[in-house]
Nanobody, 120 residues
Framework: QVQLVESGGGLVQPGGSLRLSCAASGTISSIVTMGWSHQAPGKQRELVATITRGGSTNYADSVKGRFTISRDNAKTTVYLQMNSLKPEDTAVYSC??????????????WGQGTQVAVSS
């Protein structure tokens, strides 16, 4: 059993910043990858950013240069620093984690999502 708890969403003006956090807890041996996806109104869900246990990062083209994904030292919490926010960034942001359990099996888990609204 793994739980992901997200926080940090809210309303911000264009050009502003938000920092999302996602903490993983439960039966975890190690976390292979953590990341964020979002789904804007009327749009498909898409991957925003990922970070591996080794620190390798990937970003969607739409957020590259503006968003930064990072993790804590324990590698159980992932952050998404969102700068220079645009109205098109408005979406529900969901955290995910690829978790390896004590048997060595990996499974993907998703958080509940947190609303980010960018509007004047």
């Amino acid at each position: 059993q793994v739980q992901l708890v997200e926080s940090g969403g809210g309303l911000v003006q264009p050009g502003g910043s938000l920092r999302l956090s996602c903490a993983a807890s439960g039966t975890i041996s190690s976390i292979v990858t953590m990341g964020w996806s979002h789904q804007a109104p009327g749009k498909q869900r898409e991957l925003v950013a990922t970070i591996t246990r080794g620190g390798s990062t990937n970003y969607a083209d739409s957020v590259k240069g503006r968003f930064t994904i990072s993790r804590d030292n324990a590698k159980t919490t992932v952050y998404l620093q969102m700068n220079s926010l645009k109205p098109e960034d408005t979406a529900v942001y969901s955290c995910y984690a690829q978790v390896r359990d004590y048997s060595g099996s990996s499974r993907a888990y998703w958080g509940q999502g947190t609303q980010v609204a960018v509007s004047s």
